[in-house]
């Protein structure tokens, strides 16, 4: 099993940037992607970016140039920094996990709201 716990997230400004992190601990060893997904009200969850053990990257248009994704193997953690936010990022954050098994797993989520 993989546990993953976020942290980081709040309130801030619009055009003002938060980090976000996840840990992962149990099998971190076996976990080949992490990712960020988020989910705002009456929305469906959605994929903000990921990145595999190797440090291959993918992100949502809405994330491209605004958002980097980064990983520390090393210490199982995955990094969300967010630059120039805007109040349509408001959304409960969702950090992901899939190991080489393809088993998904998903932490308690950490809310980011962006005021106007």
């Known amino acids: 099993q993989v546990q993953l716990v976020e942290s980081g997230g709040g309130l801030v400004q619009a055009g003002g940037s938060l980090g976000l992190s996840c840990a992962a601990s149990?099998?971190?060893?076996?976990?080949?992607?992490m990712g960020w997904y988020r989910q705002a009200p009456g929305k469906q969850r959605e994929l903000v970016a990921s990145?595999?053990?190797?440090?291959?990257?993918n992100y949502a248009d809405s994330a491209k140039d605004r958002f980097t994704i980064s990983r520390d193997n090393g210490k199982n953690t995955v990094y969300l920094q967010m630059n120039s936010l805007k109040p349509e990022d408001t959304a409960v954050y969702y950090c992901?996990?899939?190991?080489?098994?393809?088993?998904?797993?998903w932490g308690q989520g950490t809310q980011v709201t962006v005021s106007s």
């Open positions: 990145i595999t053990r190797l440090g291959r990257t």
């Open positions: 149990g099998s971190g060893f076996s976990i080949n992607i």
């Open positions: 992901n996990a899939v190991r080489w098994d393809r088993q998904t797993f």
